[in-house]
């Protein structure tokens, strides 16, 4: 059996006969070490460091509670929304329902219903409110083009010319909108800069419709608009 060289205690207060002695204190024998099993290793580490371990799995443990918590509330709350949703629809409640919703995507849409109905009623102001309301709280969906485009409109209608065209500019500029919502503010710049004489915007913005790869229908528009207009 091997053992490591031994520890000589160098202690002025120790006799110099006793300085030979060996601490052999924590001395493991190195072929007894080699022996150790993985398991036996694993169980080792297990009792040195378990206090460490539990509490590393307690913590997860509550991380995915919590978690899976916050789903299944979060599903709950959309579930009661969509409900409050049909409801608002059913008892045409539904400009109350954006107004006190106007921070969630379902309140904006709900905000987009009445600007279209408003819209097509001619109550412009109306439109335009709740336009604004659906574009802030759709600001990050898909249909926050079409919420641009009906403030656009309404403001076209009540008189706000300059504000309208500024509005369109905006729109088909921001490549973060729909590709169709840009398309249709397009045109309508377009048609605007032909009746204006001004033939490079009218080109831009021409082009831009040309180049997108699914605005067909405002693409078949220019087509129409052209051969009535030359």
């Known amino acids: 059996m091997n053992r490591p060289q031994k520890n000589k205690i160098s202690n002025p207060t120790i006799p ?15 072929q007894e070490s080699e022996e150790i099993s993985v398991e036996d290793r694993i169980n080792i580490y297990w009792m040195e460091n378990k206090s460490f371990i539990s509490c590393c799995i307690f913590v997860l443990a509550l ?73 802030d709280a ?30 369109l500019a905006d729109i088909a500029a921001n490549s973060m909108l729909a590709e169709v919502a840009r398309a249709e503010a397009a045109y309508h710049l377009a048609v605007e800069a032909d009746l204006a004489d001004r033939r490079e915007e009218y080109d831009r913005y021409i082009a831009q419709i040309q180049a997108s790869p699914i605005a067909t229908q405002w693409q078949q528009r220019v087509a129409i608009y052209e051969q009535q207009a030359r």
């Open 16 to 30: 110099e006969e006793q300085q030979n002695l060996v601490d052999e204190r924590n001395l493991v024998d190195v």
């Open 63 to 135: 991380v995915i509670i919590g978690f899976n918590g916050m789903r299944m509330y979060q599903g709950h709350a959309e579930s009661k929304l969509q409900i409050a949703y049909a409801e608002a629809m059913a008892n045409e409640t539904i400009a109350d329902f954006a107004q006190a919703n106007s921070n969630k995507d379902l309140g904006g849409l709900a905000a987009l219903v009445v600007a279209d109905q408003a819209y097509s009623a001619k109550e412009f102001e109306k439109a335009l409110n709740f336009y604004g309301i659906a574009a």
């Open 138 to 167: 759709l600001a990050t969906n898909f249909l926050a083009g079409r919420s641009l485009l009906g403030q656009a409109f309404a403001n076209f209608y009540m008189g706000n010319e300059e504000t309208a065209l500024a509005q």
